[in-house]
């Protein structure tokens, strides 16, 4: 399962979102979305688990929860849409 993760904290690395979500099962991907030409965080980043209940108990239990002072929005990724 893909899962967003928002309003994450500048400094916020690959290695920390993968450290998080490790709690709650095997990661199998982690990457923070970043700025091409700055390479700054966009303040949003994914996280890819192979099982499916891991990834619910991390969804339910990250949600609105501090992380690095802010507060994470955590939640299925929607798949992107194509443009026309």
Same mark, same amino acid.
């Given at each position: 399962?893909?899962?967003?993760?928002?309003?994450?904290?500048?400094?916020?690395?690959?290695?920390?979102?993968?450290?998080?979500?490790?709690?709650?099962?095997?990661?199998? !991907? *982690?990457?923070?979305?970043?700025?091409? =030409? #700055?390479?700054?965080?966009?303040?949003?980043?994914?996280?890819?688990? %192979?099982?499916?209940?891991?990834? !619910? *108990?991390?969804?339910?239990?990250?949600? =609105? #929860?501090?992380?690095?002072?802010?507060?994470?929005?955590?939640?299925? %990724?929607?798949?992107?849409?194509?443009?026309?």
């Amino acid at each position: 399962m893909n899962i967003y993760v928002g309003n994450l904290a500048w400094k916020t690395t690959d290695q920390d979102l993968e450290e998080l979500f490790r709690n709650f099962g095997e990661v199998d !991907k *982690a990457f923070v979305i970043r700025d091409r =030409n #700055t390479k700054r965080s966009k303040g949003f980043g994914f996280i890819e688990m %192979a099982d499916e209940s891991a990834a !619910k *108990a991390a969804i339910d239990s990250l949600n =609105n #929860t501090i992380y690095m002072d802010r507060t994470l929005v955590v939640n299925e %990724a929607k798949p992107k849409e194509e443009d026309e």
